[in-house]
């Protein structure tokens, strides 16, 4: 895809989420390295990321982390991929790569069924402040 930044890792987000947005913020204070953009999955570019990509959106519907022209991953393995690039201790978060991808995809899968009864959605996407502005897309 054309004009996404090729040095940035886009994490594309449940925009309607609560916990996606408090996470969204969380990267964003931790991301003192400025690798990350955002993208709403509701939105326009959202869903042309998630269709050249080829990601049936029935498989994940809150988190995606891409790699423009090098990689994509959903569910654990993204979460996983962000820790590392955060800054501190958020690093060592890999080390739960020694559970089982099955394993932790499964509590993932849990949490995502669950994020809307436990921490609310909004009626629409986010809107960022002026000065959170660039870090989306």
Known sequence: MKNLPKDKKIILFDGVCNLC?????????HDTKDVFRFVALQSNLGQEIIKHIGIDIKNTDSII???PGI?????S???LEIAKSLDGI??????????PKKIRDSI?????????KW???????MMPTA?????FL
């Open 131 to 135: 000065a959170l502005k660039s870090k």
């Open 65 to 67: 982390l891409y790699q």
């Open 90 to 99: 958020f690093y060592f978060g890999n080390i739960f790569k020694i559970i």
């Open 108 to 116: 993932y899968d849990y949490v995502a069924r669950n994020r809307y």
């Open 21 to 29: 947005n408090s996470a969204v913020q969380f990267i964003i204070k």
């Open 119 to 125: 921490y609310g959605k909004k009626e629409s996407c």
């Open 77 to 79: 393995e993204a979460v």
């Open 71 to 75: 990689a994509y991953y959903y569910k």
